[in-house]
């Protein structure tokens, strides 16, 4: 903490004590688990008997309203606090700021829906406190742990990705995917800054942003059943997951988000050679009508295909999916302009057809990528 922070506080005046400082804040991120809610609240209630814990609930404005239950559950006993999130998702982003949110030396991230094993949450506490690591993680991969509820499919996927992030990155813990784990506030206020909202492999992201600073302490724990409701982890965290190893083994340099839109980018540049050609030599167009209805063509999959892939997260719907389109064709038309341009200034200074070619497309996705993600897919 600055100078200036600390004398500020010293000099402010604490408000009178009704029950001992939070030791443990428990951060729960949640996205229609109104079921899951009262359950997992006794159950942690009952393992953190003796000491003075609350609990945070991160809710993203669930539709089957969460967070109406998690405030009704609130006003029985000041342990319980709702942080409902407007117009966002994400529980990378609901974790960061449920942890930030915390007062308390000490902060866990525990799913709503049981999975995690809430009993283990008194020997994570009692690790930190004696100081022996800044970061417990339950792991479902080392003896004693089990990660019993999942499918084969769905084991294979989690132990190849653990597998790849342990390579690319050089973490070395045994379950980086795990999202049970707790933590010093002081080093993950530290480190918050480096870590992404987007995804949800917030412990991956947290131990890479720390290249080694953190101590590390593994305990095992058996990874149950869902008790209501289903996952809200579909196949494309997958993406998210690639994306993260990409930013992070690149130092932040290469996201995700920038290779999927040159990728849905090159996809458009075949659209539209498969439609010019059709245009000219099946319906007979002439030219400049044939490479007009190309050109047009490969916009319109682009945008789709970026609407779905590379801004997946904050897909426009409905009449922001018709303006947005609209948008989008018009920034492809400077995108060309700036990338023809280029390509003529530089084959007028050296002509050679493939440099100015490439040098004109780099220019011309970088300007289409940068103004669509001000103008079409506003990033908040
Ligand atoms: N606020 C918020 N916003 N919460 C969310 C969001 C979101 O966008 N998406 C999911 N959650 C909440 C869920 O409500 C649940 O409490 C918790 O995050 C985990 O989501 P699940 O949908 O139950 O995930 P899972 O069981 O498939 O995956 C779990 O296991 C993985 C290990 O393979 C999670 O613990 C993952 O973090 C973990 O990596
Ligand atoms: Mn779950």
Not at 64 to 79: F, K, P
Not at 314 to 331: D, H, N, S
Request: glycine share 8%.
């Amino acid at each position: 903490m600055n100078e200036i922070g600390a004398s500020t506080i010293a000099a402010a005046a604490v408000p009178e004590q009704v029950a001992p400082p939070v030791r443990l804040s428990v951060i729960v991120p949640t996205f229609n688990e109104r079921d899951n809610v009262g359950q997992l609240i006794t159950r942690v209630a009952a393992s953190l008997r003796g000491i003075a814990w609350e609990m945070i609930v991160v809710d993203d404005d669930s539709p089957d309203q969460t967070w109406a239950a998690v405030q009704a559950l609130a006003r029985q006993g000041a342990r319980i606090r709702c942080l409902r999130r407007i117009g966002r998702r994400g529980l990378s982003g609901a974790c960061i700021e449920g942890i930030l949110a915390s007062s308390a030396p000490y902060a866990a991230v525990i799913d709503a829906d049981l999975q995690h094993d809430e009993r283990q949450l008194i020997k994570m506490f009692a690790l930190l406190q004696d100081d022996a690591a800044d970061l417990v993680v339950g792991s479902r991969y080392i003896s004693g742990g089990s990660a019993g509820s999942f499918t084969s499919g769905r084991l294979g996927i989690s132990v190849a990705a653990t597998k790849l992030a342990r390579r690319a990155l050089g973490v070395t813990m045994t379950d980086p995917m795990s999202g049970f784990f707790m933590v010093r506030t002081d080093r993950f206020a530290a480190l918050a800054p480096s870590l992404s909202v987007h995804g949800f492999k917030i412990l991956l992201d947290l131990v890479a942003s720390a290249r080694g600073r953190l101590r590390i302490i593994e305990i095992p724990y058996s990874f149950g059943a869902r008790l209501h409701g289903e996952s809200k982890l579909s196949s494309i965290v997958v993406l998210d997951f690639l994306g993260l190893i990409l930013a992070k083994s690149t130092r932040d340099v290469v996201s995700l988000r920038f290779l999927l839109f040159a990728l849905v980018g090159a996809s458009g540049f075949i659209v539209h050679f498969v439609v010019l050609y059709a245009a000219l030599y099946e319906w007979g167009l002439a030219f400049a009508p044939a490479q007009t209805a190309a050109a047009l063509t490969a916009m319109t999959t682009n945008f789709f295909l970026n609407n779905a892939l590379t801004y997946r997260d904050q897909r426009l719907k409905a009449f922001a999916l018709l303006k947005g389109l609209l948008v989008f064709y018009a920034i492809c038309s400077v995108g060309l302009i700036a990338n023809v341009g280029i390509a003529f200034s530089i084959y007028g200074q050296r002509p050679v057809w493939w440099l100015a070619g490439a040098a004109g497309a780099v220019m011309g996705a970088v300007w289409n990528y940068a103004a669509s993600s001000l103008f079409v897919w506003r990033v908040r």
